[in-house]
């Protein structure tokens, strides 16, 4: 393929998801290119705003937190692992919706719930909570769902 139709190729894939930098740097990698060719792709995409790394943290918070229902540490660990800019990544963490953040993970313990089995209630929340730290949830608002620190959170 010539480098013409890399960036044709790479410019419709951007069109239609949002792709980081890193991604897409991934992608050129696979490629026979020189470094002047794949230093003109790049800079098109971003000049063209093909690429903007800000909206796409936007984006991966918002579909992470609403759809896979993962919490603020992986989410950011996420970001961190596409070479996103700790400034982007606290910019985009702002865009959740504090109570419906917390209702996600209420929801998502109370489903756990029903199906874990444990030989009393502190047994349960210890599961719990390792199954909400895992999903990437903080603790203080874990504690919180599971009832125990309702002073740090105003949801209503």
Not at 28 to 40: A, G, I, K, Q, W
């Amino acid at each position: 393929m010539t480098a013409d139709e890399i960036l044709y190729k790479l410019a419709a894939r951007c069109s239609t998801s949002e792709q980081c930098l890193s991604d897409i740097e991934a992608k050129l990698s696979r490629y026979d290119l020189t470094e002047e060719e794949r230093t003109h792709i790049l800079r098109h995409l971003i000049e063209e705003r093909y690429i903007d790394n800000r909206r796409y943290a936007e984006a991966f918070v918002r579909d992470k937190y609403r759809f896979n229902k993962w919490g603020r540490i992986k989410i950011a660990q996420g970001l961190r692992m596409k070479g996103i800019d700790n400034d982007m990544i606290e910019a985009a963490m702002e865009t959740i919706n504090e109570k419906e953040y917390i209702d996600i993970l209420r929801d998502l313990i109370k489903t756990k719930r029903k199906s874990t089995r444990g030989a009393s209630e502190y047994e349960i929340n210890g599961k719990l909570i390792r199954f909400a730290t895992g999903r990437g949830f903080e603790f203080r608002a874990i504690r919180q769902c599971l009832g125990s620190d309702t002073d740090d959170y105003d949801l209503d």
